[in-house]
């Protein structure tokens, strides 16, 4: 897709992906 | 010279100066000058940060670094928003909570109490942060003179000559005393101006499909994830191989985190709770921006293969020009002076900061602690502007010989100086009740001995693997570990005003 090999798209969208998950569960677990 | 864009520029700067003028009646003593009153709202102190990182460097030299490298250097656009969220979430909501109580105005008065080393600390930390803010300052004036030499169609020294003259008349018109309600105007003017332009730069390359079927005809490795490990690399611009980007992920995440102008901003949040949510705003809008600018740098590229742009050829860095260049082919008319104002917002946004770390490092660190123990408040003010007068006197002088080949290079050094002496004291103070005086001390001056060891080798005797910076954090790491378990303990009072211990969140606060 997007012209990139599977792999590099999805290692550009994951990692930034996972990152954003960590930082919403920082923010949930804040009380 | 190009007398419309001349007057766009003009009314931009008068801009700032009225939003400066009118932001500095609220302040009063020299301490609200340096931490703007501590009373950040959300969204300012998400932004003051994001606006503090986005350098001048960061839009051009990071197009320039796609240009050249392709997607394997995408990792810098992971890096840097993570090192803002880093910034807030694992430093800032700790020292915000203590800065609370002990009233901090800057990172140095917080390592001076930790460490109980007034002079040691300050000293050390003054050296370190002088210079890393330095050599960030020559990395802005190239940028600043790059876009006005384009946009004004003069030549570079010239640009150099006019981007000094308003950044002096811009410091010292007061434009520091409002830099929070400035910082606020450029950050969303780069933001702005970036989502703006980007798209229409990828769009004209063809879109982003073929854009990078283009990059993989030029070097199927442009749309990998990195270079092949290899040393030393088969080409100059695939040096991001698995082992350096080991090393690159510690420059930008912890040793931009770490950088004095951008850490000294969560000093200035109003309330504990923005803690909560600004790493999360922070990272998102930051990837968002980084990810455009990079993708308009592999645009870019396209557009010079297919023969639509032409990039200059008398300059030693061609393709850190590469996002002007683009922008000012769609847009003739109006890119611009566009371009020139998300430049110049992103340069003076970095470039006021600077100024104002080097100003307090030598007025507060070193005048008032070494030199004269009861200077008072104006004397202080008067010595920290004559230093910056002076700092962009020394600056324009090394800025005038050529530009290194990727003004990335030169912004990373900087970067690297701050991961080798700062990153490990700040984060054993807050997290390591054993770090003693004497491990900090050590772990500082070992570091940066460690980097500026590493940085000759690397420039003047044979390329390395890693970022030169990696070797001395590494160093620095076990000069703090050693020689804090060979001292004696810190004493506890101190560590109990200063909240260390392993947990991010203080108890009170809870």
Known sequence: MFGLPTETLIAVTMVPGIIALVLLGWALRWS | MDFNMAIILGLYLVGLLAIGAWASRKIRSSEDFIVAGRNLGFWLLTLMIVASICSGMTILGTSGLGYIGGWPTIWEQIFVPLSAAFVILVYGTKLHAISERMGYITIQDYLAQRFYSQRGLRGLSAVAGILVSLIYL??????????????LKISYTDALLIGAIIVMIYTIMGGLYAIAWVSLVQGLLIIIGVLAVSPFIIQSAGGLTHVNNVLAGIDPNYVRIWYPQMHPPYAKYAFMTPMYLVSFFFLLTFGLASAPHVINNVLSARSQKFFKWSPLAAFVLYLIVMYLVKISGFASRVMVEEGMIALPTNVSNAQDYAFVVAA???FPNIAGPLVAVIVLSAVMSTTDRLMLTIGSYVGWDIYKMFFNKKASDRSITLVSRIAIV???ILTLILAWRKPPELLAFLIWMGIGIMLATFVVPILAGLYW????????LASMSLGLIGALVAGWYHWFVSPLPVHFSFYGFILSIAAMVVVSLLTRSPPVDVLDTTMTGMYIRPKSER
Do not use: C
């Open chain 2, 433 to 440: 009740r054993r770090a003693t005086r004497e491990g900090a």
């Open chain 2, 328 to 330: 000012m082919h769609i």
């Open chain 2, 138 to 151: 020559v990395g802005q004036y190239v940028a600043i003179s790059m876009v006005l030499s384009w946009m």
């Open chain 2, 390 to 392: 002076f700092s962009v």
